[in-house]
T-cell receptor
Framework: DSGVTQTPKHLITATGQRVTLRCSPR?????VYWYQQSLDQGLQFLIQ???????AKGNILERFSAQQFPDLHSELNLSSLELGDSALYFC????????????FGPGTRLTVT | GQQLNQSPQSMFIQEGEDVSMNCTSS?????WLWYKQDPGEGPVLLIA?????ELTSNGRLTAQFGITRKDSFLNISASIPSDVGIYFC???????????FGQGTTLQVKP
């Protein structure tokens, strides 16, 4: 158990809908990272927050957004969903801002039908 | 942009054999990390390397940070069935703060 929690574990929704994925980092970690992993694909970095502020952006679509709250939990919002958005979404956390030693949550499997 | 080439893409070995996989980068990294992912689960951090030339072990796993800072390898000795999974290397560039992942090595172990 990494100490990072993610909810929900599974999510099935229809195209055009909007969903919110939630992540709680390990106790003491200030950075939260979001990754997308499609079938047979590696881990694609989406976005990082550090202590409530956006720190780094990867290949995140404009339809996706995230935020980190004062209690350090984070939410990833996915809107106008398309079939191609079906994937595993992982949250990771680390102590500092530099991205080292990221600890991953169990993931949310999103299926868009 | 930065890219990591991880090889081999997949391996099918006999239980008890040693395994070696490596990653090379087009640019320098400050940190190399190795993760293992079981199907449907999140990646689990195995080893973190912070210094060029560093050799670190974690049980039957040994990893090294290449002298050029552009490569790293992971060895698994005396493989067992529970070693099955996908192994990812990842490099961190402090300038961007982003962790770049390799495409993964899928390991299968035959009992």
């Amino acid at each position: 158990d990494s100490g990072v929690t993610q909810t929900p574990k599974h999510l099935i929704t229809a195209t055009g809908q909007r969903v919110t994925l939630r992540c709680s980092p390990r106790s003491g970690d200030l950075s939260v990272y979001w990754y997308q992993q499609s079938l047979d694909q590696g881990l694609q970095f989406l976005i990082q927050y550090y202590n409530g502020e956006e720190r780094a952006k990867g290949n995140i679509l404009e339809r996706f957004s995230a935020q980190q709250f004062p209690d350090l939990h984070s939410e990833l919002n996915l809107s106008s969903l398309e079939l191609g958005d079906s994937a595993l979404y992982f949250c990771a956390s680390s102590v500092g801002v530099a991205g080292d030693e990221q600890y991953f949550g169990p993931g949310t499997r999103l299926t868009v039908t | 942009g930065q890219q990591l080439n991880q090889s081999p893409q997949s391996m099918f070995i006999q239980e008890g054999e040693d395994v070696s996989m490596n990653c090379t980068s087009s640019s320098i990294f400050n940190t190399w990390l190795w993760y293992k992912q079981d199907p449907g689960e999140g990646p689990v951090l195995l080893i973190a390397l912070y210094k060029a030339g560093e050799l670190t072990s974690n049980g039957r796993l040994t990893a090294q940070f290449g002298i050029t800072r552009k490569d790293s390898f992971l060895n698994i000795s005396a493989s067992i069935p529970s070693d099955v999974g996908i192994y990812f290397c990842a490099g961190n560039d402090y300038n961007t703060g982003k962790l770049i992942f390799g495409q993964g090595t899928t390991l299968q172990v035959k009992p």
